[in-house]
T-cell receptor, first 113, second 113 residues
């Protein structure tokens, strides 16, 4: 069964550093998303991406965040200057109409120290 | 803003029994209501989707009902097994246009022998 692949699985970074989280969505999907889940809390929407542009973003997704689809397969989330409160699991998801649900990756656990 | 409540943080049942999980939401009904399974440290896995004009949907041992008057969905797992132990998430797709999902906090199901 097709999968959404995320790398790295774990990332530890110092506060103020830039991080890039990487995702390879399912190849024929057109809609891409980033979500995050702080430990013990609910899954929260960050941003959706379609046709090479952001279609919607949440209040969490401020100027420190950006997304990019640099080629036909990768989808990245960049955090420019990480803060302690950015520590969370970050999930990439992709979607295609007619399937029903969204396919999530296994996540990247980001720890900011 | 839309609020989603899932019944009790944890639900313990005996193997072979039917587990029933509840999802209540406020404000307007979503176009689609989805249920996901999440195992510790993993991403959500899509289980079932039900549309606002549907009352019930089934898939193998799973059943979802949707009552837009009560603003409630029930998720049933019949003949539950220890392997069903996980956190189950309710998620709303308000517009049905591949936009964001809004998740509940989840119910942790533990199936014991």
């Amino acid at each position: 069964e097709p999968e959404v692949t995320q790398t790295p699985s774990h990332q530890v970074t110092q506060m103020g550093q830039e991080v890039i989280l990487r995702c390879v969505p399912i190849s024929n999907h057109l809609y891409f998303y980033w979500y995050r889940q702080i430990l013990g809390q609910k899954v929260e929407f960050l941003v959706s991406f379609y046709n090479n542009e952001i279609s919607e973003k949440s209040e969490i997704f401020d100027d420190q965040f950006s997304v990019e689809r640099p080629d036909g397969s990768n989808f990245t989330l960049k955090i420019r200057s990480t803060k302690l409160e950015d520590s969370a699991m970050y999930f990439c998801a992709s979607f295609e109409r007619g399937y029903g649900g969204y396919t999530f990756g296994s996540g990247t656990r980001l720890t900011v120290v | 803003s839309q609020k989603i409540e899932q019944n009790s943080e944890a639900l313990n049942i005996q193997e072979g029994k039917t587990a029933t999980l509840t999802c209540n939401y406020t404000n307007y009904s979503p176009a689609y209501l989805q249920w996901y399974r999440q195992d510790p440290g993993r991403g959500p896995v899509f289980l079932l989707l039900i549309r606002e004009n549907e009352k019930e949907k089934r898939k193998e041992r799973l059943k979802v009902t949707f009552d837009t008057t009560l603003k409630q969905s029930l998720f049933h797992i019949t003949a539950s097994q220890p392997a069903d132990s996980a956190t189950y998430l309710c998620a709303l797709d308000l517009t049905g246009t591949a936009s964001k999902l809004t998740f509940g906090t989840g119910t942790r199901l533990q199936v014991t022998l």
